[in-house]
């Protein structure tokens, strides 16, 4: 049984991911599966199907009888041998993103099970990350009123030291997926994570079939050929300029984003002054 995980942060694109190899011959993308409230693994907990929900439809996959044995199977290997003989597919890509569920999860896994393990680990520019975050975050939070930035930047940082580190102790195999290159080299990206897990060409899908999974973004559907996707600039005019230095400043950013991902976040100073500064004083003349 072939087995691959997506580790991120919230907002790195793991759905896009997800609903991307779920195109792929024999391969399912079964979502967040950690948050079934059984597993007690997840802060937030859901049983839903988001895309059926979001159409007020009752999931013809992850129905109760099959979220009831799920949970009553508990935190096992066993709940992906059960989900391939429901999905009826070789390939299972669980979504949860979080490395304490993976780790969990794959200490019950034995060496031959685990060598066998592929883990797509995805990434968005720390700045936007930053900007997603807070605007995730309730009213009520006083990092929200406080805007601190700096903290969401800390959250992205440990994130990914704590992956790259069990991944590198454990010798599992992985690679990166950076949420702008799914979006501005789409192809190519889609190609790279074809071969790293050995798929298949695409499925005959039909054009407006829905992809059923646990949690996940519902706004998000398949990539298809003609369909392309736009890199959010809301950071340009969401963000003040000290805001963005609070994410580059603080420890450690720097070295992860540039010197280990490839992010050039020069640049993307250069850019925001560019298009915030530049821009509205042409304008205002």
């Known amino acids: 049984m072939n087995i691959s995980f ?4 919230p907002f790195s694109g793991s759905t896009i991911i997800g609903n991307t190899l779920s195109s792929l011959e024999n391969c399912s993308y079964i979502g967040e599966i950690d948050r079934l409230p059984a597993f007690k693994s997840n802060n937030i907990s859901t049983t839903i199907c988001e895309s059926c929900f979001s159409v007020s439809k009752e999931c013809p996959v992850y129905s109760k009888d099959l979220i009831d044995k799920l949970s009553n199977i508990g935190v096992d290997i066993n709940i992906y041998r059960e989900l391939k003989s429901v999905l009826n597919v070789d390939h299972l890509v669980d979504g949860s993103k979080h490395i304490t569920w993976f780790r969990t999860i794959t200490s019950k896994f034995s060496l031959e099970e685990k060598a066998n393990i592929r883990v797509i680990v995805t990434v968005k520019n720390p700045i936007m990350f930053a900007l997603s975050y807070y605007k995730s975050l309730p009213v009520s939070n006083s990092e929200k009123n406080n805007r601190d930035f700096w903290s969401f930047a800390k959250l992205w940082r440990d994130t990914y030291i704590d992956i ?122």
């Open 164 to 285: 790259f580190r069990t991944l590198n102790i454990e010798g599992i195999n992985y690679i990166v997926v950076k949420n702008e290159d799914l979006i501005e080299k789409q192809d190519h990206t889609i190609a790279r994570m074809k071969n790293f897990l050995n798929l298949n060409a695409n499925k005959d899908k039909a054009k407006d079939e829905i992809f059923h999974s646990i949690g996940g973004n519902p706004k998000v559907q398949l990539i298809k050929a003609d369909r392309k996707f736009k890199i959010n600039d809301e950071w340009i005019t969401d963000m003040e300029y000290h805001e963005i230095l609070q994410v580059i400043n603080e420890p450690g950013i720097y070295e992860l984003a540039v010197n280990t991902l490839g992010y050039d976040l020069t640049s993307n100073l250069e850019y925001y002054w560019k298009n915030k500064y530049i821009v509205s004083r042409n304008i205002d003349k």
């Open 6 to 9: 997506i580790l991120g942060t």
